[in-house]
T-cell receptor
Framework: DAGVTQSPTHLIKTRGQQVTLRCSPK?????VSWYQQALGQGPQFIFQ???????QRGNFPDRFSGHQFPNYSSELNVNALLLGDSALYLC?????????????FGDGTRLSIL | GENVEQHPSTLSVQEGDSAVIKCTYS??????FPWYKQELGKRPQLIID?????GEKKDQRIAVTLNKTAKHFSLHITETQPEDSAVYFC??????????FGSGTKLNVKP
């Protein structure tokens, strides 16, 4: 049973560039949430996708956008990268949107902005 | 939004002792409370969770208690082992699978 997989594992970009991160949910899950985890802090909710639509959004600017595909996989796009965007980006999947299923995390993508 | 406070930020215990980490939240509508363990460089892993209709849940050496009136819940680890050393995060689910995380507790179990 495949868990949540994310790619790439590491990424180095420069300020102003754009980046796309990818996530495949755990088998049987249909909801994908994205989090940003800065060093030494807890994950911060970016947004959630369900049925190919953004359902919930945290306190992140429009530079952060996403997409969910019919197979439930998801992408996180960040435009106009800033130094402060350097972090571990975690994807979590679950079943449904009512909190009845636990979230399972991927290993994350570590994004470094130079 | 939800305000989740987690204490302590660091905790050092001797192997075999118990460890307790506490989280408080602000929204009484919150209904699901998971705890995650994150080892250095690894993904957060769910270790135990509790729903708002239950006051306590136990799984071997790990237990979680929930006080809905006071809006706090706690993680209890008994007979700690060096492999329990990690950062522990509490989380609060409000609605529609939107989770708010605490700031984390770094647990160090000394052999």
């Amino acid at each position: 049973d495949a868990g949540v997989t994310q790619s790439p594992t590491h990424l180095i970009k420069t300020r102003g560039q754009q980046v796309t991160l990818r996530c495949s949910p755990k088998s049987g899950h249909d909801t994908v949430s994205w989090y940003q985890q800065a060093l030494g802090q807890g994950p911060q909710f970016i947004f959630q996708y369900y049925e190919e639509e953004e359902r919930q959004r945290g306190n992140f600017p429009d530079r952060f956008s996403g997409h969910q595909f019919p197979n439930y996989s998801s992408e996180l796009n960040v435009n106009a990268l800033l130094l402060g965007d350097s972090a571990l980006y975690l994807c979590a999947s679950s079943l449904g949107t009512q909190g009845r299923s636990a979230q399972h995390f991927g290993d994350g993508t570590r994004l470094s902005i130079l | 939004g939800e305000n989740v406070e987690q204490h302590p930020s660091t905790l050092s215990v001797q192997e075999g002792d118990s460890a307790v980490i506490k989280c408080t939240y602000s929204d009484s509508a919150s209904n699901y409370f998971p705890w995650y363990k994150q080892e250095l460089g690894k993904r957060p892993q769910l270790i135990i969770d509790i729903r708002s209709n239950v006051g306590e849940k136990k799984d071997q050496r790990i237990a979680v208690t929930l006080n809905k009136t006071a809006k706090h819940f706690s993680l209890h680890i008994t007979e700690t082992q060096p492999e329990d050393s990690a950062v522990y995060f509490c989380a609060v689910h409000r609605n529609f699978n939107k989770f708010y995380f605490g700031s984390g507790t770094k647990l160090n179990v000394k052999p």
